[in-house]
């Protein structure tokens, strides 16, 4: 158990709809951390938030957002959902904002009907 | 662009029989490698964390190394519950975003008993 927390474990819903994917970091660890992992593209960096700041964005598309709250919990809000969607999406955190090793979360499983 | 292949793309081998899983990269400025085991629907596990050429690492039965353009991960005597995906990771310099995160696609071990 790394002891970062993802809800929901499962998620099935439709095309055009909006969900948000919600992430607790490990204790103590200011930084978090978003991926997209899917059969046939490997594990995406999507985008990294520290201490509430976002501070590195990777190939996050715009109907997807993320931000991190002053208790330090994330949430990945994803919108007008399409097919292509349906991934594995996990969250990792870390001590800092870098040269820090990542501990993953169990990760949420989206399937878009 | 920032890239991290893996091979080979899967191993198979007898319990006892020492191996090396390769990752070469190639990034604009390496801050970090990472190696992480990740079992089948499950969050990768962190193993470890190399920052320069010529830096080793040793966990058990495993060992990582890195040079200025690949890491080996060296399996000793495997046992069967060794059997995971090993990912490649980098942590780069990246002048729009701060920093960038890169997986490779990971190497499919089992072991047999």
């Known amino acids: 158990d790394s002891g970062v927390t993802q809800t929901p474990k499962h998620l099935i819903t439709a095309t055009g709809q909006r969900v948000t994917l919600r992430c607790s970091p490990r204790s103590g660890d200011l930084s978090v951390y978003w991926y997209q992992q899917s059969l046939d593209q490997g594990l995406q960096f999507l985008i990294q938030y520290y201490n509430g700041e976002e501070r590195a964005k990777g190939n996050i598309l715009e109907r997807f957002s993320a931000q991190q709250f002053p208790d330090l919990h994330s949430e990945l809000n994803l919108s007008s959902l399409e097919l292509g969607d349906s991934a594995l999406y996990f969250c990792?955190?870390?001590?800092?904002?870098?040269?820090?090793?990542?501990?993953f979360g169990p990760g949420t499983r989206l399937t878009v009907l | 662009e920032d890239q991290v292949t893996q091979s080979p793309e899967a191993l198979r081998l007898q319990e006892g029989e020492s191996s090396s899983l390769n990752c070469s990269y190639t990034v604009s400025g390496l801050r970090g490698l990472f190696w992480y085991r990740q079992d089948p629907g499950k969050g990768p596990e962190f193993l470890f964390t190399?920052?320069?050429a010529g830096e080793e690492k040793e966990k058990e039965r495993l060992k990582a190394t890195l040079t200025k353009k690949e890491s080996f991960l060296h399996i000793t005597a495997p046992k069967p519950e060794d059997s995971a995906t090993y990912l490649c990771a980098v942590q780069a310099e990246n002048r729009n975003y701060g920093q960038n995160f890169v997986f490779g696609p990971g190497t499919r071990l089992s072991v047999l008993p």
């Open positions: 990792a955190s870390s001590l800092s904002g870098s040269y820090n090793e990542q501990f």
């Open positions: 190399l920052y320069s």
